[in-house]
């Protein structure tokens, strides 16, 4: 090996190896964020929203109380920091294959993109996705379906959302995303763009085959509890597995068929 080749390789491992303490520092700092949520209790939701004592007090009114613009926002920051903590993992080796990619362009003399520019188009989606999440969580406790335990009350609805995730899995448009999210060199070579704005719209794009690979099965977490970190974890589990374990694409499928049998199970029990 020629010294030229050594150290290209030294550097190769070194960006590869900030990159991925990177992910695993910003992924901590998440599970830490949430797990002081989960620690503190109702608390921890007091701190989270500052009315929720209030809403504990009226959970039983027929009249919701109303969340302030402050409660949104701090209810969309838990959302979207936890989706970093469930997804980020997940999408590594797309990040580390666009840090790749781009390193062999940068070598040939190349404009070079910073990796955080691709990582951060891929977290707008999912900050879009938690906005989303708040709003529909926000339109469950106005219709007084959600408990302040934040899982919704309704065995019916949550059978309902049992069957639609387990369905979903199934889907043609679910395989069509989960083969993109499985296939980070396809990915980054036929869809490249240039420029930060070029890497700004790859995250974006990746995010989005992300989104309409794992958003279904998100929803789960109004059913298992948005703060029970236990369910939390089984689900960043299950998006892993799809997307990293070589047998994932059969284990989607199987997930399927549990989701659509408890789903059915609960809606024939709330009978």
């Given at each position: 090996m020629t010294a030229g080749n050594s150290s290209s390789l030294r550097l190769a491992l070194r960006d590869r190896a900030a990159i991925i303490a990177a992910l695993i520092g910003v992924t901590a700092v998440s599970w830490l964020y949430l797990l002081r949520l989960a620690g503190q209790g109702m608390a921890g939701m007091d701190a989270l929203m500052p009315d929720m004592p209030d809403m504990v007090a009226g959970a039983m009114s027929p009249m919701p109380m109303p969340w302030t613009p402050v409660d949104f926002a701090l209810m969309v920051?838990?959302?979207?920091?936890?989706?970093?903590g469930m997804m980020l993992p997940g999408a590594a080796p797309m990040i580390l294959t666009f840090a790749t990619v781009n390193r062999r362009k940068r070598e040939r003399g190349q404009p070079f993109l910073p990796t955080f520019v691709f990582?951060?188009?891929y977290l707008l989606v999912w900050g879009a996705f938690s906005l989303a999440a708040t709003l529909a969580q926000w339109g469950l406790e106005q219709a007084a379906l959600m408990l302040p335990t934040m899982k919704t009350g309704s065995a019916i609805l949550g059978g309902m959302f049992y069957v639609a995730a387990g369905l979903y899995q199934w889907t043609p448009l679910k395989q069509a995303c989960l083969t993109n999210c499985r296939s980070p060199l396809d990915f980054v070579l036929n869809r490249w763009h240039d420029g930060w704005t070029g890497a700004l719209r790859m995250g974006a794009e990746h995010g989005a085959f992300c989104l309409g690979c794992c958003a279904v099965l998100m929803a789960l977490l109004f059913v298992g509890g948005v703060m029970n970190?236990?369910?939390?974890a089984a689900v960043s589990v299950a998006v892993a597995v799809e997307k990293l374990w070589p047998a994932g694409r059969r284990v989607s499928w199987a997930l399927g068929g549990a989701l659509l049998l408890a789903g059915l199970l609960r809606l024939a029990a709330s009978g």
């Open positions: 920051a838990m959302w979207w920091a936890m989706m970093v990582t951060a188009g970190l236990a369910w939390v």
